[in-house]
């Protein structure tokens, strides 16, 4: 019983060391005050005000709404096409283009944002929609292509085998067949795609510009000048659609797949 509680407590604590000084940045959201004090010592929406009248605050939410969404469908679409592709493959084939998958996860950010900015750069690409998407796209592949391999390697390819020999089209064995039984899986890389995306900075450093920039590029801006509480603002909204993400996922989890008639 007392090992028990000991590791209760244990792990009490890693969660603590992890989550608290993620959400200790939304009180900050809440200050009165010019600058960010824990805990603040008045209340108010203050700056929450700042934030949506602030055209670029509004803007650079707006665009990392558009890049997340516009890197969420390529990346869900290639990546379940991708791991479809690669569970008919043979072993060693498989693990050789999935270590390749794994490449702009493995390789570190200011590596790939350098290269990204180079190739950007020489076809006029910088400080446009199209350069963040397929950066992000890049990053964001690899997670649809494991959750979506997860999915595949419990997948009873009998059901499949038995529609075909009942005559049913390839695409209508995945639609009705494939498609539902992986749909965990495709949903869990659609939240790892868009939340990838819509927190990525390194890369977006890079790559956007006056007229396209997404909202952790403002952030990072904003600290460099002066660290007021509007800055928490955008981090606590980044932090709400993560969760909220999150929590769809789960939700769409409990349901469980249901094979489509």
Same mark, same amino acid.
């Given at each position: 019983?007392?090992?028990?509680?000991?590791?209760?407590?244990? #792990?009490?604590?890693?969660?603590?060391?992890?989550? *608290? %000084?993620?959400?200790?940045?939304?009180?900050?959201?809440? &200050?009165?005050?010019?600058?960010?004090?824990?805990?603040?010592?008045?209340? =108010?929406?203050?700056?929450?005000?700042?934030?949506?009248?602030?055209? =670029?605050?509004?803007?650079?939410?707006?665009?990392?709404?558009?890049?997340?969404?516009?890197?969420?469908?390529? &990346?869900?679409?290639?990546?379940?096409?991708?791991?479809?592709?690669?569970?008919?493959?043979?072993?060693?084939?498989?693990?050789?283009? +999935?270590?390749?998958?794994?490449?702009?996860?493995?390789?570190?950010?200011?590596?790939?944002?350098?290269?990204?900015?180079?190739?950007?750069?020489?076809?006029?690409?910088?400080?446009?929609?199209?350069?963040?998407? #397929?950066?992000?796209?890049?990053?964001? *592949?690899?997670? !649809? #292509?494991?959750?979506?391999?997860?999915?595949?390697?419990?997948?009873?390819?009998?059901? +499949?085998?038995?529609?075909?020999?009942?005559?049913? &089209?390839?695409?209508?064995?995945?639609?009705?067949?494939?498609? %539902?039984?992986?749909?965990?899986? !495709?949903?869990?890389?659609?939240?790892?795609?868009?939340?990838? =995306?819509?927190?990525?900075?390194? *890369? =977006?450093?890079?790559?956007?510009?006056?007229?396209?920039?997404?909202?952790? !590029?403002?952030?990072?801006?904003?600290?460099?000048?002066?660290?007021?509480? !509007? #800055? +928490?603002?955008?981090?606590?909204?980044?932090?709400?659609?993560?969760?909220?993400? +999150?929590?769809?996922?789960?939700?769409?989890?409990?349901?469980? %797949?249901?094979?489509?008639?």
């Amino acid at each position: 019983m007392n090992g028990r509680l000991v590791l209760n407590a244990f #792990v009490a604590l890693v969660v603590a060391f992890l989550v *608290l %000084p993620i959400i200790a940045i939304v009180p900050a959201a809440f &200050s009165a005050q010019s600058f960010i004090r824990l805990p603040p010592e008045s209340w =108010s929406l203050r700056w929450w005000g700042v934030f949506f009248h602030d055209a =670029s605050w509004r803007l650079a939410l707006l665009a990392s709404l558009k890049v997340a969404l516009l890197t969420t469908l390529f &990346s869900v679409i290639a990546g379940t096409a991708a791991a479809l592709g690669l569970v008919r493959c043979a072993p060693r084939t498989r693990a050789v283009a +999935a270590a390749l998958f794994l490449g702009p996860v493995v390789t570190p950010a200011i590596v790939l944002a350098v290269a990204l900015y180079s190739m950007a750069r020489a076809t006029g690409l910088v400080n446009t929609v199209t350069a963040l998407v #397929v950066a992000h796209t890049m990053l964001a *592949l690899p997670f !649809v #292509v494991l959750n979506v391999g997860v999915s595949l390697d419990t997948l009873d390819h009998r059901l +499949a085998l038995a529609a075909a020999g009942l005559g049913a &089209s390839e695409f209508h064995v995945f639609r009705t067949i494939t498609l %539902p039984l992986i749909a965990p899986g !495709v949903v869990g890389g659609t939240v790892f795609a868009f939340v990838t =995306s819509f927190d990525e900075v390194v *890369l =977006s450093i890079f790559l956007a510009g006056p007229t396209v920039k997404t909202l952790p !590029v403002r952030i990072w801006e904003e600290i460099r000048v002066e660290y007021t509480p !509007v #800055v +928490a603002v955008g981090a606590t909204v980044m932090l709400a659609l993560a969760v909220a993400a +999150a929590a769809a996922s789960r939700w769409f989890g409990r349901r469980g %797949p249901r094979v489509a008639r």
